[in-house]
């Protein structure tokens, strides 16, 4: 159905069609597809599944404004609009009444871009994910009858329409809409104030589990609290005020013993370039958007990279400058996420020492005694750290536990003790002054990363198949009969982005033209999304299936981790 096509056919005529079909074989729902409803509300049936046991029939619910009757002053700005869609599609997600065989797609704790929930100006679409009843391969007509005609225009009336939210729900609506104002309004005021990120005090940054995305419950965690040398306050658009721990440019180190919650705060900064809801406990985590957590990552295939600012005179004769290979070590991977991040125009690292290669991030003073620098290609982070920021404003957030080499060049050091933090990089200067280690100390600023990696460009039908990029799950893409890993991709969150990064591969293949440097062609993708919506990713879909918005820098991740990637 045409998006601004009235439905022709009543609820009535779809109950009555439906139950007609009672006994009919599979096939016959096929004949449900189409428009049914009234003037203000139509169930749009776009596409019906082939057999019971294939992907769900796509269904939209669609409400003119109008009807709908959201107050103007939440959809008045894409910020509000991006609101609106997630607190409606959280009401269908919670809705206790929803049948178990309607779906609205996965929403996590962090507030994206999505499809499942389309607010526009003058409509709301909610895009359902909906299976038909079957007993075997006989279709349920009397249950499709009152599914479709009578329970789905209930899930409309219970989670759509705003006249019929009761006081509490519309107060929440409009502290969704605030909060998610805010916290954009916070991120931009980052740069600003030479800060990568804030962490608000009360925040609960520890997890209900390893593997939960959900908070630990208040009663079990420790509140974070910052150090007043780093306190900063935030006046926001809605009258509030928000304090805690900024975290400035340059080098930051943080330090503490095992389980003191350093790489729960580094996993926060993380997520942190993801808005969360109220309930989060890290609501008031917020890291600039462009912000990207490196780590070794080995096996991964590497494809024209310019790992030369890390990595030179391999005995192989291998030229780093334009580096390949389908099998990397640590170090070489980890040289080559932090040279990719820098291209996608990253302007903070995120490095933890545990999941780090050791030889790409120290070499102390009696390795180099014992393996004079002349016969060892790596050149340490360590030694390009300073000029990393010196030369490109690239700030560098790093957890040491075990290792106390980058103390002499932080800019600022946070030790975390039993998830309290306090600022103490004088004293972290004071020892590190004490032992007269020189092998800590950073080359002098200069730009060891202008060249090659940024300027590659992507091959015609490089990433053409016989089918589109398939998503499976959160971390692979299968293409063709290669599958791409992105497991080490720490910042996804949500299958439905890696969904919309497979259609985002295929929009890549088709637009290649052999002359636009990849991250450019990503870079147009992201304007093209921005100015018409994430749809544009299902071109003339008008159910575009559930996706949700990605970054540029997973986009490219996903690109870069191809192994039949073809450069021009």
């Known amino acids: 159905m045409a998006r601004n096509e009235t439905a022709a056919r009543s609820f009535k005529d779809l109950f009555d069609h439906a139950r007609k079909l009672d006994g009919a074989g599979y096939g016959a729902y096929k004949k449900l597809a189409g428009a049914f409803g009234d003037p203000g509300l139509t169930l749009s049936i776009d596409r019906v599944q082939a057999d019971p046991y294939a992907s769900p029939s796509k269904m939209r619910l669609i409400l003119p404004m109008r009807a709908a009757g959201i107050p103007q002053h939440l959809i008045d700005d894409p910020i509000g609009r991006v609101a609106v869609a997630d607190f409606l599609a959280r009401r269908i997600e919670a809705d206790v009444t929803r049948p178990k065989n309607v779906h609205i ?15 526009t100006p003058d409509r709301i679409e909610a895009r359902l994910l909906v299976g038909l009843p079957a007993k075997g391969r006989r279709i349920l007509g009397r249950q499709a009858a009152h599914l479709l005609a009578d329970d789905l225009p209930q899930l409309a009336d219970d989670c759509l329409f705003h006249d019929r939210f009761d006081p509490a729900d519309a107060r929440a609506l409009e502290d969704h809409v605030a909060l998610l104002r805010d916290q954009e309004f916070l991120r931009a005021q980052l740069a600003p104030r030479k800060l990568v990120a804030f962490v608000g005090n009360g925040a609960i940054l520890p997890r209900a589990a390893g593997d939960s995305d959900r908070p630990l ?58 808005p969360h809801i109220v309930s989060d406990g890290r609501e008031w985590v917020i890291s600039r958007a462009d912000v990207a957590s490196v780590r070794a990552e080995d096996g991964r295939p590497i494809t024209g990279a310019d790992i030369s600012p890390f990595i030179t005179n391999l005995p192989t004769g291998a030229d780093t400058r334009r580096f390949s290979t389908t099998n990397a070590s640590g170090s070489t991977s980890q040289a080559a996420n932090v040279v990719e991040a820098h291209a996608a125009g990253t302007s903070a690292l995120l490095i933890d020492e545990d999941t780090s290669a050791t030889n790409f991030m120290i070499r102390d003073r009696l390795m180099q005694r014992l393996v004079p620098n002349d016969k060892e290609p790596i050149t340490p982070f360590v030694q390009r750290v300073r000029s990393l920021y010196d030369a490109t404003s690239v700030s560098t ?59 590659r460009v992507l091959a015609r039908g490089t990433l053409n198949s016989r089918k589109p990029p398939k998503p499976r799950g959160l971390s692979t893409i299968s293409v063709d009969r290669s599958d791409i890993d992105l497991s080490a991709v720490g910042q996804l969150v949500a299958p439905s982005q890696t969904a919309a990064i497979a ?35 299902a071109p003339g879909r008008d159910h575009p299936g559930h996706l949700s918005r990605p970054r540029g820098a997973e986009i490219l991740a996903a690109a870069n981790r191809y192994r039949e990637l073809k450069l021009a």
């Open 105 to 119: 797609g996965d929403i996590g704790q962090q507030v994206l871009e999505r499809t499942h929930v389309l607010v």
């Open 397 to 455: 957030v790093l957890i040491a536990g075990g290792s106390g080499a980058y103390l002499r060049l932080a800019d600022t050091v946070i030790a975390m003790d039993a998830y309290r933090p306090s600022e103490v990089t004088a004293r972290a200067h004071e020892i590190a002054g004490d032992t007269g280690d020189t092998a800590s100390t950073g080359e002098p600023a200069q730009n060891q990363f202008q060249h090659g990696t940024a300027e």
């Open 503 to 537: 259609a985002a591969l295929a929009w890549l293949s088709k637009n290649a033209d052999g002359q636009t440097p990849l991250v450019d062609l990503v870079a147009r993708l992201e304007r093209h999304i921005t100015e018409k919506g994430l749809a544009v990713l």
């Open 217 to 274: 419950a208040a009663s079990q965690a420790t509140p974070f609290e910052s150090p007043e040398s780093l306190t900063h306050t935030f006046n926001l658009p809605s009258g509030r005020t928000v304090t805690g721990m900024g975290i400035p440019e340059g080098l930051t180190v943080i330090v503490g013993g095992g389980y003191h919650g350093k790489s729960t705060l580094l996993r926060a900064l993380e997520r942190g370039i993801y």
